[in-house]
């Protein structure tokens, strides 16, 4: 009885954002990873982290690594991606999963061609809704 309720609720949590706002979701965070894509291959860092959430809460994870927090991403990028280190950024095969009204997720592909090589990977990104938009709360990039 209890998985019931608890499959009945996850639906009507689901069904309670109507579709025109699923859409409208869908659009703004597609927009968003436009724009940090932009702000990278411009090389403004800021621009690029301005979407992510600006806490010490933000987690971060590739490979075996973690990071906690939006300043010891922000000090990452700007290690490893520096002068002659940075690439061009490009975002493919997005898919946008909205899983409320306030929460959704982005898996897709990125390729960051550097002077010498390449690196390339998957990402699942999390964003949730603040009263100053749609920010990235969680980042798993392999």
């Known amino acids: 009885m209890k998985r019931w309720a608890i499959v009945v609720g996850m639906m ?4 309670t954002v109507p579709a025109f706002q699923m859409d ?5 965070l597609l927009r968003i990873l436009d724009l940090q894509q932009a702000a990278w291959n411009r090389q403004d860092i800021e621009g690029f982290m301005a979407y992510y959430w600006k806490s010490d809460r933000f987690t971060f994870q590739s490979g075996a690594n973690r990071l906690q927090g ?9 290690t490893s991606y520096s002068g002659k280190n940075w690439g061009e950024l490009n975002f493919t095969d997005l898919e946008v999963n909205v899983l409320g009204a306030g929460c959704a997720y982005v898996i897709g592909r990125y390729n960051l061609a550097l002077k010498d090589t390449r690196r390339e990977g998957l990402f ?3 964003f949730k809704r603040f009263p100053e938009g749609w920010r990235i709360i969680h ?4």
Do not use: G, N
Request: glycine share 0%.
């Open 139 to 142: 980042d798993q990039s392999s």
């Open 12 to 15: 009507l949590c689901l069904k």
């Open 124 to 126: 699942t990104i999390i």
């Open 24 to 28: 409208d979701a869908r659009t703004d």
């Open 70 to 78: 939006w300043s010891a991403l922000l000090e990452r990028y700007k």
